[in-house]
């Protein structure tokens, strides 16, 4: 088996990623479903545990989406244990040095480019048993979160890690450690400076470059601005938005009697 989006990143095309903070089979299956080209399970600000990652990761499973996680921190523990689960990328928070991005690549890679102990323990159960750790290194993403000033001051040391494959931004951390609102979407010019700083920075090394994105429209256009991974919200967040519209709209359709 190989990593779809690494081939679609390799291709210069652009990766739509879906989001999952809701610990439920169920409704990753649903989200699968819906075209997004990966799908991440949040364990750090989502309602995901271990065992709700793994039920997600089933529930994606016949669907052509690669499945990644964002792991709640930079530990090799869980990095280990998320990507023997299943996962075949790793989106870890908070990388603000070149020791930290190293202590993610470690994590994440078999030796002797890193450090990862052996056990794919359903990763390995992907029609390719026996070969798994042969293809691992050369499959699995390893991204780092950048968004924190540290992190911006930083960037060359971490890309320079061996291993890394891409970085994904913050928006929200990014805004919070610069003395800003926490918030997704942003158009502050110190921002979008940073974002192009980022861009150019990745692309002169042949790493992609990825945003949360609070928005379709939004993240359509940081697709134009040069970003290659893009996701869009979070199921709870878009079973929200839909659930709103439609009340307010039967609210608005029926007239008095129903407000
Ligand atoms: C942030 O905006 O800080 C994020 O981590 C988005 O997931
Ligand atoms: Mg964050």
Known sequence: MTNRIKQRLKEGKAVVNGWLAIPSGFSAEVMAQSGWDSVTVDMQHGVQDYLSMVACFHGMGAQPVTPLVRVPWNEPGIIGKALDGGAWGVICPMVNNKDEAKRLADACLYPPAGKRSNGPIRAGVYGVSTSYQKIANDEVLVIPMIETQEAIDNIDAILDVPGISGIYIGPSD????????????????????????????????????????????????????????????????????????????????AGAVAQ
């Open 174 to 253: 990014l805004g919070f450690s610069l003395g800003m609102e926490p918030k997704l979407d942003r158009e502050e010019p110190k921002i979008l400076g940073i974002y192009e700083m980022l861009l150019a920075a990745t692309k002169k090394r042949g790493l992609f470059a990825g945003l949360h994105n609070g928005s379709a429209g939004y993240a359509a256009r940081m697709i134009k601005m040069g970003f290659r991974f893009v996701t869009v919200a979070n199921d709870s967040g878009l079973m929200a938005q839909a659930a709103r519209a439609a009340v307010n709209e039967v609210r608005k359709g």
